[in-house]
């Protein structure tokens, strides 16, 4: 990993997550893209070594790890060439499981929680849904009080994970009159009854992963299931997105890393004209500005996970790091694509994949226009 004087604390840590990826995923990565699916015993494997608990402390069976060493998981798992798998993982281990154990109740955090980090039950967290993307205040599902259960009824889209989850975080509306005090998340069985997945989604990218659709039909859950308390679901969110952005960053630097790295291998390899290409000008241009913007990207994202270490109001710079560095890769996955020419237009050579893969960064999470809008607003405070 590029960043290791970064996590110069970390540096065992990085040594065997990355022998880890060699060993036990790069191999099989091609096939579960073409398969459209990686199995679970991806999630057990890394769960068996510890891998799944990096934020969860001890005391649930994690290892009780800080944003810093979630980031250089983050950097060098991000590496691997499937971006949906890359995610999906993360989404699971790093803020799922993570939301649970800060704000879910004992009751929720016994039944889930070690599960979680074992591997042996997946999370997903529902917020989107089909007529409320970025604007989270539009969405439709509701939780409505019957005697002592609540009843959830409603429908969510874009779920990580949706068709594989054991158990969903779902955002809820409990009081339409409350304004942002009138959300509320629960954690929901997928057993329960009146829940099912309608559809499994077909995408550009991220094809070893699986995005649903969901339906909530008179869905009961108890008080045990609340998420921190009655009306703070909203709160809970932007909390949790700012590290969901700083994640999906961190990946896509990591991803934009490996494009920069394959363009400078085949650039020093094939020949044109009698020369290698690295010396054509125009080669040695896409490359410097790669390098460029990753540099920038990466001083700009490590800036805002040092606040965010320290607990700090790191809202405005996750804002800031997401769309340079989100919208960068993109650019730079473009360019690699550019710089093996037809070949980069394969599936024999990965750009291709980094470019699909990538191109969704900019839009989850909250997409590159929001995140100019929160720093908009900031600068004009």
Known sequence: MKAAPYYAEHENFIDAVSK???????????????????????FTTLGSQGYLGLLISEEHGGSGGDYK????????????????????VNMH??????????FGTPAAKSAWLPKAVAGEAIGA?????????????RIRTVATRRGDRWVINGS??????????????????????????????????????????????????????????????????????????????????ASNLNWERLMLTLTSLAGARQCLESSITYAGQREAFGKKIESFPVIQRYIS?????????????HRALDVLCAGGDCRTLVAMAKR???????????????VHGGYGYTTEFLPERWWRDLRLMPIGGGTSEIMANIIIKELSK
Request: aromatic share 10%; hydrophobic share 45%.
């Open 20 to 42: 880890l990826c060699e060993r036990e995923l790069a191999p099989h990565l091609s096939s579960w893209e073409k398969a459209e699916h990686f199995p679970n015993d991806v």
């Open 156 to 237: 969510k889209t874009f779920i990580t994970n949706g068709a594989r989850a054991d158990f969903i975080l779902v955002l809820t509306k409990t009081d339409p009159k409350a304004g942002y005090g009138g959300f509320t998340t629960f954690v929901v069985d997928t057993k329960s009854k009146g829940f099912k997945v309608s559809k499994k989604l077909h995408k550009l990218g991220w094809h070893a992963s699986d995005t649903a659709e969901l339906v909530f039909e008179d869905v009961e859950v108890d008080d045990s299931c609340i998420l921190g308390k009655l009306g703070e679901g909203w709160a809970q969110a």
């Open 69 to 88: 060493l979630a980031g250089a998981w983050c950097e060098v798992f991000g590496e691997l060439a499937s971006v949906g798998l890359t995610v999906a």
């Open 324 to 338: 340079m560095l989100c919208d960068d890769a993109v650019w730079i996955a473009d360019k690699a694509i550019q």
């Open 289 to 301: 500005e790669m390098r460029r913007k990753i540099l920038l990207g990466e001083s700009l994202a």
């Open 125 to 137: 967290y529902a917020f989107t849904e089909p007529g409320a993307g970025s604007d989270l205040a």
């Open 93 to 102: 281990s790093l803020v799922i499981s993570h939301a649970l154990e800060r």
